[in-house]
């Protein structure tokens, strides 16, 4: 097994705002954890050929990443999948990072990532998440759980302060695959990324599934980051990103049609 996990980066790019956001992730990627980790970026065929062609193609080079540049756009679990099964193939663990994630706020966040323990402290947690906050510093995902008044999936603690107590813990829920953390074992049991989502959902349900396989996907709050999310899907407007969009929500309804979600709904706002 290579020593090196193997970050995964997928892009699609529209504007030049979006490229300086992907420079600003992978700056401050290689600032917090140097050569520790390979860097694979993937485009999803995006638009602005220019921009990736000529800028993103800099900047990966600028700071040691390799680009792979796909010639149609797919979606999210089949972009990020190209990076997992290199990562399966080659015996690493990945993680998973948005284009629109700026670390600094954790130095070593991946040494608590790849030393995170499942919550009985057997073994090593199949899956770890962090706490990322919006630019303004409030909490945009403290983790993942299932809303019953809602009667879906939501984040936890969504748009409170930064320093919330209650946010501070470590425990046992779904995370979002903006930085997601995917322990090599964990390719090996429960596979990719179900390509049958467009874009949204794939995340959870890939939580789900590792849950189902008697596995553990941990919110680890020692791991911060800032997720400028509009950035990643866009801020509205476009059609298609919303069509796909209800589609992986109705693939997630008929998918986990029979799933108990009970294991998913907190006991208390804590989850401890």
């Known amino acids: 097994m290579s020593e090196k996990p193997l970050v995964v980066i997928p892009t699609y790019l529209r504007k030049s705002p979006e490229l300086m956001l992907t420079g600003k992730c992978l700056r401050t ?8 980790a390979d860097v694979l970026v993937v485009d999803d065929g995006s638009p602005a050929r220019d921009l990736v062609e000529g800028g ?3 900047t990966c080079e600028l700071y040691d990443a390799e680009l792979v540049m796909k010639s149609e756009n797919e979606g999210f679990s089949r972009t990020v999948n190209v990076g997992l099964q290199r990562a399966l193939d080659e015996g690493r663990d990945a993680i998973l990072v948005n284009n629109d ?13 790849q ?12 899956i770890v998440g962090a706490l990322l906050l919006y630019p303004n510093g409030l909490i945009q995902h403290g983790g993942i759980f299932f809303s019953l008044l809602r009667r879906e999936f939501d984040h936890r603690f969504r748009f409170g302060p930064g320093n919330l107590p209650e946010a501070q813990h470590a425990v046992p829920c779904p995370v ?16 990719l990324y179900d390509e ?6 794939e995340d959870v349900s890939y ?21 400028h999310e509009s950035f990643t899907r866009g801020q509205g407007g476009d059609a298609k ?11 997630f309804c008929a998918k986990h049609a029979n799933t108990n979600f009970a294991s998913f709904v907190p006991t208390t706002m804590s989850m401890r």
């Open 29 to 36: 990627l290689r600032e917090t954890i140097g050569d520790r």
């Open 56 to 58: 993103l193609q800099g």
């Open 101 to 113: 994630v700026e670390f600094g706020l954790t130095k070593d966040w991946l040494t608590l990532m």
């Open 115 to 126: 030393s995170q323990q499942r919550s009985d402290g057997k073994y090593p947690a199949s």
């Open 176 to 191: 979002t695959g903006a930085l997601m953390f995917i322990r090599h074992e964990c390719l090996e049991g429960v596979g």
């Open 196 to 201: 049958s989502f467009r874009l949204g959902w």
């Open 207 to 227: 939580c789900i599934d590792t849950v189902l396989a008697d596995r553990e996907s941990v919110y680890q709050p020692g791991v911060r980051a800032i997720h």
């Open 241 to 251: 990103i919303q069509q796909w969009t209800e589609y992986s929500w109705l693939r």
